[in-house]
């Protein structure tokens, strides 16, 4: 299906999110006929249309709840939300009426124009994401950062021309129904347990992510992390160059860790690049994240001296292992973006003094053990909230940790772990698990313990 198919046709965008309200928005603009299905029957037609954009309000038809065949009938197109499974039934029964589904980024992608960088990974997205936009806007002079960062892609695409330099961070979720989709450069972080309650298994969960180089050919560029299982293994099968990066391996060709220094390498001959401790972000996932985003920017073109010199200055993306405040000689940090183990244990591995850990919350199909390995003897008390606190403390003994409580509200838990930290500790919020259990999204988590903090 191409862009213009849609033009003068009705286009059924399920759910209105960030992405459903952008996708609308976009709809409207180049001429097609949005209808917006919101299956929460909680929400009101009023609910749903202050969401939208004012120009959108009245020209908007909202149907909530089930929508019936006789208007599927009518439909030429299907843009789901990133929450909205491909297996669930309204969706299976827009395929079984052979309806195209597009995702938002296919959509807005269709209607863009510039180069695309376009990042993804079970962890290190947004940090990754925002530095390389970051780097982007010191080189070039029309630039976007759209996609799972809390942009929508769709609401930015009409706007882009053919100098425009949009850099995507891109979740399994948004990558799952593109077709044109296309990336001048790529890049798949790394790829571990997550999200398996939606993919179901690691293989399907892992197509997903490969899903980021649909199109790439030799001409374009894939990055990919030499250190994780997966990445290394597809980049034997990546359709673009591939670019690898290390922390554990001196690479012939690549970008790698040596000590404290990040070394780019050609043919087997090895450049200084820079020393890690030349940068405000901390912890070893973080130095994975600015090779990755060396790795990208120099693939489009941007001289390293304008790349080391943002790289130099950027600071820690919010609620990504974020220093907050020292109170009463505590370090308080927060992490509340370590939503699976694999996040959270860089989150563990960043800290340098005794640490009170909260932990738990919505359940997403996680296993926790290699998490509570990685306590050593950092971790003095775990604090568990939520859906998955009993779940987490049966591991926890399994592996012999016991020094645990479960506290039945975030509020109770904020205030336990600071009558019970010593001067000298640090209190860490890396949960491990999503919010949405007991909030909305990870944000609002995160923001209610710096606001917490602040106020001691």
Not at 111 to 124: H, V, Y
Not at 209 to 236: A, H, I, P, S
Request: proline share 3%; glycine share 8%.
């Amino acid at each position: 299906m191409k862009a213009a198919d849609i033009i003068g046709k009705k286009v059924l965008v399920i759910g209105s999110g960030l992405s459903g309200v952008g996708s609308v928005r976009l709809l409207h603009q180049v001429g097609a006929v949005p209808i917006v299905l919101e299956e929460n029957t909680k929400m009101t037609e009023e609910d749903i249309r202050k969401k939208l954009h004012e120009e959108d309000r009245d020209n908007t038809q909202i149907i909530i709840g089930n929508i019936e065949d006789a208007v599927l009938d009518e439909i030429s197109l299907t843009v789901p939300s990133p929450a909205v499974p491909l297996d669930a039934p309204t969706v299976m029964r827009i395929k079984e009426k052979n309806i195209p589904i597009w995702s938002e980024i296919e959509l807005a992608y269709n209607f863009s124009k510039g180069k695309l960088i376009a990042i993804t990974g079970t962890n290190g997205k947004t940090t990754t994401t925002t530095l390389v936009g970051d780097i982007m806007k010191a080189h070039f002079a029309d630039t976007y950062v759209v996609g799972n960062i809390g942009v929508s892609y769709a609401e930015s695409a009409l706007k882009m021309t053919e100098d425009s330099v949009t850099t995507g961070e891109i979740s399994s979720f948004q990558i799952e129904a593109v077709d044109n989709f296309h990336a001048n450069v790529s890049a798949i972080l790394n790829i571990t347990p997550d999200h398996l309650n939606r993919h179901h298994t690691m293989e399907c969960y892992a197509s997903m992510k490969e899903n980021v180089t649909n199109r790439q050919t030799k001409d374009d560029t894939c990055v990919l992390n030499y250190d994780n299982e997966y990445t290394r293994d597809f980049g034997n099968r990546c359709p673009s160059k591939v670019i690898f990066f290390s922390t554990k391996e001196k690479l012939s060709d690549g970008f790698f860790l040596d000590g404290d220094e990040i070394f780019m390498s050609t043919a087997g001959g090895a450049t200084r690049i820079m020393n890690i401790h030349d940068m405000n972000l901390v912890g070893l996932c973080n130095v994975e994240n600015v090779m990755a985003a060396i790795a990208i920017s120099l693939s489009m073109g941007v001289p390293l001296a304008t790349i080391l010199n943002v790289v130099r200055n950027f600071k820690a993306v919010e609620h990504r292992i974020e220093f907050v405040a020292t109170k009463n000689g505590v370090d308080y940090y927060n992490d509340s973006k370590g939503t699976n183990p694999d996040a959270a244990i860089q989150g563990i591995r960043a800290m340098s003094k005794p640490t009170i850990l909260i932990g738990g919350g919505y359940d997403k199909g996680s296993e926790y053990d290699e998490w509570i390995e990685n306590f050593g003897d950092k971790v003095k008390l775990l604090v568990l909230i939520g859906q998955t606190k009993e779940k987490i403390a049966e591991c926890a003994k399994k592996h012999g940790f016991t020094n645990y409580c479960f506290k039945d509200s975030f509020e109770d838990a904020l205030k336990f772990c600071t009558e019970s930290a010593d001067e000298g500790d640090a209190v860490l919020l890396s949960p491990a698990c999503a919010s949405w259990d007991m909030f909305p999204n990870y944000e609002t988590r995160g923001k209610k313990f710096k606001e917490y903090v602040n106020a001691l």
